[in-house]
């Protein structure tokens, strides 16, 4: 079972770990106070017992009447590729995990857990695999050890990050309120997890196939979220670096998108929509391959995407709407990295019982943070949401009838926040880490930095699609993705590499 309950592990773990083991007994612990469970010593160490039943003791919170919702301004930040147990699975309140895991690859050999840190990029490693069958091998039956039987899997994707690693969102977690199951909403790659954020669906797409690859041939039909705003008269936004998911819609999508600029601008006049959505830059008409990305995805410098992120935060809490608004910080999906926690199914318009073809089965958990005056310092959310559960937020606070059947039977994010404090309207002291611009990894990125399959939003710009829409598409600078692009430093690499 590989948690304290299994008393051999739980022995190895205290002699190989022991910060990880107190803080996994300590974790347990207070989830049993809090789910008043504490009755036994195995019913103490029952991790999804105690979670479940914390989670269910959390959601007794009553919403305020839409029109009493003290928040009109949400904010969708999207970044790339990272999983919760990766990123945050340090966090003394959550129920995390990262040393003293090991996990058995195709040859047999058993590997451990290790630190990535300083390592930023994982150049010389292949991008983990996070697609709809790899999700599945490594979900094996629900026992979430197949890591490093997937794809081309290596070491590299039984890392993690430490707290003090990463340059942004390890601090604003914990100045707010996070989410230890908050599920990516497909098991599957990017483009379908994205389509989800915006619509609810993915239109029957498993993997990264672009609308001229499908039945609809110059754009999904406009279900989305920011369509059926508009048609309510909400005003609403999405805004780009280099390439414009949105373009997936066709001419709709592209006609409600701005640049990450104008993003900047309108925070600090106060005049955001009632609802943006923010994109990372993809490294165009590159990808991620190379390590150029500053989008978190690998390769690119994750320390590229932290500042990105903090500039985007900070320019949301310098902005007078952040007394009555809300920003949610989530990744497209878990990048392939490891994960303990078995994603759950829910219904979904395309529910089926054979789990391999399934899109009700949700994907891994990713990191998941909300920045706002409304919700509790320091506090964690065992609940489990996915996007879908943004979207329901926003549906209940602006009157609009739910997507899909995925997003009319999500629960409601609206429900993690504190409505009965009053606004908490001091700001955080976070941090303002150094812009880095990511670096192509060395030597030939066919050989050193593999991936089976490009990042396939490149392929609307090298496939002709988005000159066939008009758009003007230009390579992503540190002009276009920073507020202070003078303070860009270049990464640094030790000679000889």
């Known amino acids: 079972m590989s948690d304290l309950r299994d008393h051999e592990y739980a022995e190895r773990l205290e002699a190989e770990a022991p910060d990880e083991y107190l803080r996994r007994r300590d974790f347990l612990a207070r989830a049993a106070l809090t789910a008043g469970l504490a009755t036994g010593l195995g019913t103490v160490l029952d991790a999804d017992t105690l979670v479940a039943e914390a989670a269910r003791r959390q959601r007794r919170v009553a919403l305020p009447s839409p029109r009493n919702m003290p928040i009109d301004t949400i904010v969708v930040l999207m970044m790339e590729n990272r999983s919760f147990d990766h990123y945050l699975g340090w966090m003394p309140k959550a129920d995390g995990r990262q040393a003293g895991l090991s996990y058995v690859d195709k040859s047999g050999r058993r590997l451990a857990t290790r630190r990535l840190a300083p390592d930023w990029q994982g150049c010389g490693h292949p991008d983990p695999d996070h697609g709809w069958e790899g999700g599945r091998t490594q979900l094996n039956g629900g026992r979430c050890d197949g890591f490093l039987r997937s794809g081309d899997n290596d070491i590299f994707s039984i890392s993690y990050y430490q707290k003090g690693d990463l340059g942004f969102i390890q601090d604003a977690a914990p100045a707010f309120t ?4 908050f599920h990516c909403s497909l098991m599957g790659a990017t483009l379908p997890n994205r389509e989800y954020m915006h619509a609810a669906t993915s239109y029957g797409q498993t993997d990264n196939n672009l609308p001229p690859q499908t039945q609809y041939k110059s754009g999904f039909p406009d279900t989305t979220i920011f369509a059926a705003l508009e048609k309510a008269g909400v005003s609403n936004r999405y805004f780009y670096n280099d390439v414009p998911v949105s373009a997936l819609w066709g001419p709709p999508g592209l006609a409600r998108s701005g640049s990450i600029a104008e993003y900047y601008s309108r925070c600090a006049s106060g005049s955001l929509p009632h609802v943006s959505y923010v994109d990372p830059n993809f490294a165009g008409s590159v990808g991620e391959g190379p390590g150029l ?61 054979d789990i391999n073809k399934d899109f009700g089965l949700m994907g891994w958990r990713i990191p998941a943070t909300v920045v706002s005056p409304w919700v509790r310092r320091d506090h964690v959310d065992h609940t489990t949401y996915g996007f879908e559960s943004i979207l329901k937020m926003i549906e209940y606070r602006f009157g609009l009838k739910p997507l899909t059947k995925r997003d009319a039977y999500a629960q409601n994010i609206a429900k993690s926040f504190d409505w009965t404090s009053k606004a908490r309207l001091d700001v955080p002291n976070l941090p303002r880490p150094e812009h880095v611009v990511s670096q192509a990894c060395p030597g030939d990125p066919n050989q050193g930095a593999t991936r089976a399959n490009d990042h396939d939003l490149v392929k609307l710009v090298t496939s002709g699609y988005l000159d066939r829409l008009g758009f003007d598409y230009r390579p992503a600078s540190p002009a276009s993705t920073f507020r202070e692009p003078s303070k860009v430093a270049q990464a640094y690499r030790p000679p000889g590499t």
Not at 324 to 339: K, T
Not at 346 to 351: E, G, L, Q
């Open 293 to 353: 990305s500053g989008d978190e995805h690998p390769h690119g410098d994750v320390r590229t995407g932290q500042a990105f992120m903090a500039d985007v935060v900070h320019a949301f809490m310098e902005s007078p709407q952040f007394k009555r608004g809300a920003l949610f910080i989530v990744y497209d999906e878990w990048g392939g990295f490891f994960e303990h926690v078995r994603p759950p199914r829910v219904p979904d318009d395309r529910n089926d019982r």
């Open 178 to 181: 996070t989410y230890d199951r």
